[in-house]
């Protein structure tokens, strides 16, 4: 499995971004996806995540109404579209894979294959 984030860049604060996360290999459908975030000096944290089919998505407090998970399996990417962004946002932003047949997880370690991060930096 590989994952190709990008989509990242420099906004102002209010503005908006839109993240994509290309994954190869078969059965994309099959498995979790999860957007985490690291700041500089900080550690690696949860943003969003959605289940196989899309139904069911989770959000971190920090971005609740602001950000919106999605995936189209039939193009097996995920998306990450970013609203109301604000400086405290800036990071580099991961996609991330779940092999295992689960609910959506929320913790860095129950994924599996990671993407190479995309910058996303929000001038005040």
């Known amino acids: 499995v590989q994952l190709q984030a990008s989509g990242g860049g420099l906004v102002q604060a209010g503005g908006s971004l839109r993240l994509s996360c290309a994954a190869s290999g078969r059965f994309f459908s099959d498995y979790v996806m999860g957007w985490f975030r690291q700041a500089p000096g900080k550690e690696r944290e949860f943003v969003a995540a959605?289940?196989?089919?899309?139904?069911?998505?989770s959000k971190a407090d920090s971005v609740r109404g602001r950000f919106t998970i999605s995936r189209d399996n039939a193009k097996n990417t995920m998306y990450l579209q970013m609203d109301s962004l604000k400086p405290e946002d800036t990071a580099v932003y991961y996609c991330?894979?779940?092999?295992?047949?689960?609910?959506?997880?929320?913790?860095?370690?129950?994924?599996?294959?990671w993407g190479q991060g995309t910058q996303v930096t929000v001038s005040s």
């Open positions: 959605i289940s196989r089919g899309g139904g069911t998505t």
């Open positions: 991330a894979i779940d092999l295992r047949p689960r609910g959506v997880e929320t913790t860095t370690t129950a994924y599996d294959y």
